[in-house]
């Protein structure tokens, strides 16, 4: 196997895996859950592979395959990853087979269908980390849409079809203006390398040279496709009802990497192709994600339903990482990419363990419940577990992000003031107060509901998938150097690019 | 044994994992609890061979820094998990898992028959796991990672019993408080590791600690730190205005109370001032803040002592009142008295609630005072421990609680600082008055319950923790004898933490001068005040009950005030909870996100539709219509043109 062309077989197999799956008869369900599982499990094995290949001293893109495509656009099929794309396809490719997993039950209506759609899903997410075209990564971007569209309106609840409008329409709108930004840049990039292109490599060179207000325009552009996706306050509200709408393996996928996008989106070309709009604005955006973790959070406290809590949540925590990024340290850039890896563990985990109650009860209204710790004991640990992941307890994953992310932004000089981590390092304080507020009513107390008192605890699959995150959510508490390291050179190249000023030559 | 001392973390952990994944499948209690214990026994004796060890090494190599692993690296941050053998550290690991050991002795018997008596033993022990990173960690990262995880603890032990009730609510809503509460103090305490990072580019003790002499760093950068700092140990230490949860935690079981809640984790706040002490002596404003909140927290939670019922309750104010001294000791730069008290207070504090917890048990779960009387002959062994116990901690020479209580107060007056002497020895009559009222109400007089109740003395299990208790109590003060009397040994105490304080009192130069007839005379006042103290309350109690009575009605809204605790958590609620419960709930969500953003929103597909809805009808159908507007279209385009050329 060539080692450049990992990536591709790492993004084909999913691909080759949906297409397969057309001729499987749709009665034979189980037969489609074990095909999908395993073709999922074979990319993450592949991930794996690229893992133990890569070089985390170097701090370019590895595994870099190219091809042409359109060529006389100087469009191409780029794709190559470094320390930050790895981590974030590491993700994608574990948690993808554990949610396929997680709806071994839950999904019993168009197995086939759905089984096709995550695939189809996986494939887009993986491109959308992989591309280093900016056309590619568009196309991979927009054609993601599309699966997830169909898994919230198919499987979803009951305001499915509302949900699923709302959030093609939020994420439709960034999408558009940033094609035309894209359409943009490339043809900028003719009055400083000579000829229209899409590819990220070269323009690297280009946006940077670019003049101030085109820059700003460009990163506004980008930034706010970005924002709507990852979601930025105040663009978030698609995001609750996408939530509570979707069936758990959306949730969770959407929770785990979607959301992630917006944020890798941030970092990769935000900051290196606009490196002085990105300076102008990291203020304004800051504030943006400091109000986001405040407002994320004093919402998610006063919710009834348990998936709209956890999904205010992820508003709040998303605002830690697009706070790191702003700041640009390297401590606060680290501790961003750790927190997007650990916000897919802690926050799919909880999604996932809402989804397993929900199956069983058949709702999600925090005061049905009530006394769980006595009928489900195994599930009540881990829900518990779970939520101090979230809340950022030290030992577990969630504290290394967030504590990175502050410390790094307190002593940015971009930020250059106290402000930002002071109100930011509240969110530590109502994290703990809706997440153990809804554990109280939840598992604490006696039980109210009567129907409630014959529920099964987790069963071994379920026991599997929650271990399966529950030792990440370990890991990277313990040691966490494992994964910072792997990104450690890339966000150093991510500053360098940002901090270095490039003659500018005039376009046009 | 000091290169083994990560045993003394490694095993309690074992004990958690152990207890936690399989203490609930074998259900043998003997297996589960002398495993809880055991693991903490071993944790001590590591402890104390270290001591041997580093006792024997010169005065200035005390100091030894094990390292176990990198935890994390990124930027200029670099954090071990390495543990700090010295003088401090050892104090505190001996106090943890000594006084930690009897209590899990004590608690096989107490716990007897419990369903979760392995969850019991499983959050215990990573307590004690927890307990130990903190007070042996050589960086703040890890003594938060202990801070935090004790605070965790904390939360499971006092939600144990997490079907019951507890006062208005549940024993799950004074969990809670207890984790938020200490969070507030948490967030305090990260603030000041940012700055501390940001100022010396370090979060290690030994390289943070050298900087502050080395480096130029502003009189107000220090103030800011030492602020920080001390919020945190006001959330962990429960001091005027976070003490609000300690209270509470009384809702777990007895013995954590006693552990957890009186010997070791709300004395995590002393322990940082201390070991961060030439920080805060770089801030002398600060400190002064820090005696005054002290002194303030010590005569006010001693206040609210003299009129609860419950005993767990008056055990849980003296707690916060005890707490409120060693921060006194902190704030006028006696940071040895205060870990003196610390020690001490561990001893006669946790024999006091385990005492509790043995009447509590004997007495069928029966906690109101007014309900008791007369146990002393039911029940000799608790009895007589306790009633040293409230000895020590009235401050009765010679036993413990006498020389280091003394040690505070007189440092305080030496230090110039009178009128928080006076508040300090205002307290101690106080204390000595609520604590034999409450020995007084359960021990002597008349039986006033019902006798079929048969109260009986506790297992052996549980008794001879409680002698063990009472002799360290008694004794354990004798470490500390006051130079005056000591002789050319001076303070043993004081000489081996010497070398710990030495840069923060050199910083101070706080000793004025002084006699030995002052501190003698200063030392007589109290004694001599709490002996009539403790003559009144068995005036009150006993002899005279009625006078109570008349005393309380007489001054019925002092009473009144002092029996709902000022209302501090009524006031809380109504300036803070619900304003910030409403308002995210209305505000926000219901109006911010709801009606202006999707509104926003919606509006916006409203106004879109309505305009293609206009829009629309110029599609006639009309090909001469179209025919013109195309037309002008184009006129317009190259009139365009024309004019950009």
Known sequence: METNQLLSYILFTPLLGALLLLVFQRENENEIRIFGLSISVITFGLTLMVLSKFDSINPGFQFVHKVPWITNLNISYHVGIDGLSLLLLLLTTFITPLTLLSSWKAINKKVKEFTFFMLLLEVGMIGVFVSLDLFLFYVFWEAM???????????????????????????????????VAIIWLGVSAGGVVGHFTTDLVELYSVGPALAKNFQNWLFLAFALSFAIKIPLFPLHTWLPDAHVEAPTAGSIILAAVLLKMGTYGLIRFCLPLFPEAAITFAPFLSVLAVIGIIYGALVAMVQKDMKKLVAYSSVSHLGFVVLGIFAMTQESMQGAIIQMVNHGLSTGALFFLVGVIYERSHTREISDYGGLAKIVPVY???????????????????????????????????????????????????????????????????????????????????????ASLLIFIVWIGVYPNTFLKISDRSTARVLIQVNTPVPREIPK | MTQYIYLTVLLPLFGFLFNGIVGGRIKNEKIIGWIGSGTIGLSFLVAVSSFFQTLGLPAGDRKTIVTLFNWLHAGGLNINVSYQVDQLSLVMALIVTGVGFIIHVYSIGYMHGDKGFWRFFAYMNLFIFAMMNLVLGDNFVLLFLGWEGVGLCSYLLIGF???????????????????????????????????????????????VFSRVDAYNVPASIFNFIALFLFVGAIGKSAQIP??????????????????????????????????????????????????????????????????????????????????????????????????????????????????AGSVIHSMHEEQDIQNYGGLKKYMPQTYFTFLIAALAISGIPPLSGFFSKDDILWNTFANGHIILWIIGAGTALLTAFYMFRLYFLIFEGKERFNLNKHPHESPKLMTIPLMVLAVLSAVGGFIGIPALFAGENGNLFESWLAPVFQKANTRLMVYGAHSGMEEITLMSITVIGAACAIYFARYVYLKNPQFALDTSRKFKGIYYLLLNKYFVDEIYDAAIVNPVKRGSERLLWKFTDVKIIDGAVNGTASLINY????????????????????????????????MSL
């Open chain 1, 380 to 466: 009540s640990a881990a829900l518990l577990i779970a939520s101090l992941s979230s809340i950022g307890l030290p030992g577990l994953n969630g504290f290394i992000g967030e504590f990175l992310i502050l410390l790094g932004a307190f002593k940015s000089p971009l930020l250059n003031t106290w402000g930002f981590t002071v109100f930011a390092a509240t969110g530590v304080i109502f994290s703990a107060v809706y997440l153990l507020w809804m554990y109280q009513r939840v598992i604490f107390g006696v039980v109210k509901n009567p129907k409630m008192e014959h529920l099964p605890d987790m069963n071994k699959r379920e026991i599997f998938i929650f």
């Open chain 2, 161 to 207: 019993w997490y079907d019951k009730k507890f006062e208005k609510g549940t024993t799950g809503d004074a969990a809670k408080k207890a984790f938020i509460v200490n969070r507030i103090g948490d967030f305090g305490f990260l603030l000041g590791m940012f700055l501390i990072y940001s100022t010396f580019g370090s979060l290690n003790f030994t390289e």
């Open chain 2, 242 to 355: 976070l003490f609000v949860w300690l209270p509470d935690a009384m809702a777990g079981p007895t013995p954590v109370s006693a552990l957890i809640h009186a010997a070791t984790m709300v004395t995590a706040g002393v322990y940082m001032v201390a070991r961060c002490s030439i920080i805060f002596a770089s801030a002398p404003a600060i400190l002064t803040v820090i005696a005054i909140i002290g002194a303030f927290t010590a005569i006010f939670a001693a206040s609210i002592g003299l009129v609860q019922n419950d005993i767990k309750k008056v055990l849980a104010y003296s707690t916060v009142s005890q707490l409120g001294y060693m921060f006194l000791a902190m704030g006028v730069g006696a940071f040895t008295s205060g870990i003196f008290h610390v020690m001490t207070h561990a001893f006669f504090k946790a024999l006091l609630f385990l005492g």
């Open chain 1, 145 to 179: 849409l599309i699966p997830m569209y169909f898994i919230i309106g198919i499987w979803g609840g009951e305001r499915r079809i509302y949900a699923s409008v709302k959030f093609f329409l939020f994420t439709m709108t960034g999408s558009l203006i940033m094609l």
């Open chain 2, 611 to 642: 305009l293609s809805g206009k829009i629309r009808k110029i599609q006639t159908g009309v090909t001469q219509l179209y025919a013109m507007v195309m037309m002008i279209g184009l006129v317009i385009a190259l009139f365009w043109i024309i």
